[in-house]
């Protein structure tokens, strides 16, 4: 059998050849497709074709109704917006929990780390890689849809497209700048976790489980949202709430100074102390820095907002995450024993 | 300049672990071809073989690669360096064609290039057919090719094989060893390690023997198996007389099986049985070099090595 085989003689290799900078490009490479299905029976490619049609989805919705709506009163609903659609879907948690187990766990079940260090590769070129490439398809799956949706609106707009691109042009760096910062995060953390198991449904149900407890807590800690207050309540006309006085109904003034009308005399006021507990929220975490990177602050509506230096405490438990999930990897994958 | 540099140069080279020394003062020059890097379990290959890829540290001493001073350089020495390692190693879930081009690109070849080598080693290594299945459904003699052709799609200069033939059985093993033994003409050396010493007497034309990590013997097969060869005499009824007076001038003679055998008989040893011959007055039928293997030599050298000073270096 072989026989034939060797009439064909052998041919030294004479081109090109890189080094470091190469072999990490290389693996970068072999992980993105090994994630995305690519070379792999059709199986593999569901779930990143799936994410990524649910993913779009909301922009294509989005689109086609501003089409439809666009010489109507209805025009100017404002079905989703950008800063609204970073991180909007909870399939891309579910994809960091079956993807990152899958492009690191398998090298260490099946013994293949000690070829890929037989290669001109350093221990952190393997760590860059297969972060890298977990942040590049969760950049994407991110980055994709905001295109389709800015694309979209652009050519439908009634201003024109040129004019819609003058006024939403902060977008161009706010959306690529909080996706970054939140495929970093997730790609980061997700193979970290990976990293501590040979087995995929143990990293996976870890990640989940992680992503679940810690947002479940967060929420317990920052309590319900909404209490029943009646604080100083009469009719319009005796109520002074900024120039809305007069009409129906009776004018509800709660501690704050907020006003609400109300046919009753029982209304609902959100009076919520400010709460860090969000910071314990791992999944969510990424999405204040996403509303630091669009507003500048915590968002109005998050139990954060009002905190002293809440952005900042953001902040730096995000780069805590993030470091530590790279020194585990670092150790994990230190090529040379000493 | 570094192709003309030794296949491996160590000086003093030591690897201890907390319980064990692995590789002790270990001094060799290995000339490039086809090595065999013989010892038992526990003998310190591997041990040798991670240090020579710089993925193990040395505790002291020196280490050169083709020419590549492995502490100054491991990623150098690794791009020259195929490696296929003893244990199951493969992505099972990938094709044989997937993984080998893979690993070549991973090696710093251009994707394409990869893919093309990839081909060209798999034809080589007898898996042109089966190089779109799935490895996860290959036999052992077809994972062991595989093994054997990502070490080989870049072009190295030296293939570091640690027990190649593990769990072939007779006809993979010698196909696997015909693949070894043909790499010395395309230019590739070979360092093979295997506790096998049949497998190098085939193929290899140098040997380093490695005992409890340290040298045994080193040199050319040929020149190990010549002067560590046994004499045969052939001197008709008169044996045990030729027996004791060979004795007496010191040589291991011994009566086996109706002839007279002289054991590590060298140049002077012959000049010797020629003297007392013709003292004697015995007629002399045959006089032979007996076929030793390598186990002999490493039994006779490892036992010498473990006893007081005096053996081998």
Redesign the interface.
């Known amino acids: 059998?072989?026989g034939a085989?060797?009439d064909?003689g052998?041919?030294?290799?004479e081109?090109?050849?890189?080094?470091?900078a190469?072999?990490r490009a290389?693996?970068w490479?072999?992980t993105v497709r090994r994630a995305l299905g690519l070379?792999?029976p059709w199986r593999q490619k569901v779930a990143p074709f799936v994410l990524l049609a649910i993913v779009t989805v909301p922009a294509v919705v989005n689109v086609g109704v501003k089409y439809l709506t666009r010489n109507t009163a209805a025009s100017d609903i404002e079905f989703i917006t950008y800063r609204d659609y970073v991180g909007v879907s909870n399939a891309l948690l579910v994809f960091v929990a079956l993807t990152a187990p899958d492009i690191i766990c398998?090298?260490r079940r099946?013994?293949?780390l000690?070829?890929?260090?037989?290669?001109?590769?350093?221990g952190l070129d393997y760590v860059a890689a297969k972060v890298g490439a977990m942040a590049a398809i969760l950049f994407a799956f991110s980055f994709l849809p905001q295109v389709v949706l800015f694309v979209g609106q652009m050519l439908v707009s009634t201003d024109g497209a040129l004019t819609y691109l003058r006024d939403n042009a902060e977008v161009l760096w706010q959306v690529p700048a909080a996706v970054a910062l939140l495929a970093l995060y997730y790609a980061v953390i997700g193979v970290a976790i990976a990293s501590l198991t040979t087995r995929r449904i143990i990293a996976g149900a870890s990640i989940i489980g992680l992503f679940l407890v810690t947002s479940i807590t967060s929420a317990v800690l920052v309590g319900p949202r909404e209490e029943v207050e009646t604080v100083r309540v009469g009719p319009p006309a005796e109520v002074d709430d900024g120039g809305t006085a007069g009409g129906d109904g009776f004018v509800v003034v709660s501690p704050d100074g907020t006003s609400q009308r109300t046919e009753g005399l029982v209304v609902r006021v959100d009076r919520r102390d400010p709460s860090a507990a969000p910071l314990l929220n791992v999944a969510g975490l990424p999405l204040i820095l996403r509303d630091l990177v669009f507003l500048g602050h915590v968002h109005p509506s998050h139990p954060m907002s009002g905190l002293d230096g809440g952005g900042a405490m953001a902040v730096g438990v995000y780069v805590l995450w993030v470091a530590a999930g790279l020194v585990v990897l670092a150790r994990r994958y230190h090529?040379?024993?000493? | 300049m570094t192709a003309a540099a030794p296949l491996l140069r160590t000086r003093r080279l030591t690897k201890r672990y907390p319980e064990v020394t692995a590789v002790d003062g270990l001094d060799v020059e290995v000339p490039r071809g086809r090595v065999g890097l013989v010892g038992a379990n526990g003998a310190g290959k591997t041990t040798l073989f991670r240090m020579m890829l710089g993925l193990s540290l040395p505790t002291e001493g020196e280490l050169e690669v083709v020419g590549v001073d492995v502490a100054r350089d491991p990623l150098g020495v690794r791009s020259r360096v195929g490696f296929m390692p003893e244990h199951e190693c493969l992505p099972l879930d990938q094709t044989a064609a997937d993984v080998v081009a893979t690993f070549g690109e991973l090696s710093g070849l251009p994707p394409r290039a990869a893919r093309q080598r990839a081909s060209d080693v798999l034809d080589l290594v007898g898996l042109d057919e089966a190089r779109f299945r799935p490895v996860g459904g290959f036999s052992t003699g077809m994972r062991q090719r595989t093994k054997l052709a990502q070490a080989l799609v870049a072009d190295p200069e030296l293939v570091l094989l640690d027990e190649p033939t593990a769990g072939l059985d007779p006809m993979g093993r010698e196909e696997m060893l015909a693949l070894v033994a043909r790499l010395g003409s395309f230019g590739i050396s070979v360092l093979l390690a295997t506790h096998l010493l049949d497998d190098v007497q085939q193929v290899c034309d140098h040997v380093v023997m490695l005992d409890a990590g340290r040298l045994v013997v080193e040199g050319a097969t040929g020149a190990l198996l010549e002067t560590t060869g046994t004499l045969v005499l052939d001197v008709g009824p008169d044996r045990a007389a030729l027996v004791a007076a060979l004795v007496a001038r010191g040589l291991a003679a011994a009566e086996v099986g109706g002839l007279v055998e002289v054991r590590d008989a060298g140049d002077d040893a012959l000049d010797v049985v020629r003297d007392v011959v013709a003292d004697l007055g015995l007629p002399l039928h045959r006089m032979t070099s007996g076929l030793t293997s390598l186990d002999e030599v490493f039994l006779t050298r490892a036992g010498s090595a473990a006893g007081p000073p005096g053996g081998p270096a």
């Open positions: 059998m072989t085989v060797y064909r052998y041919r030294p290799y081109g090109a050849r890189g080094g470091q190469a072999a290389a693996l490479r072999a070379r792999r398998p090298d099946q013994r293949v000690p070829l890929v260090f037989s290669r001109p590769l350093r090529e040379v024993e000493r």
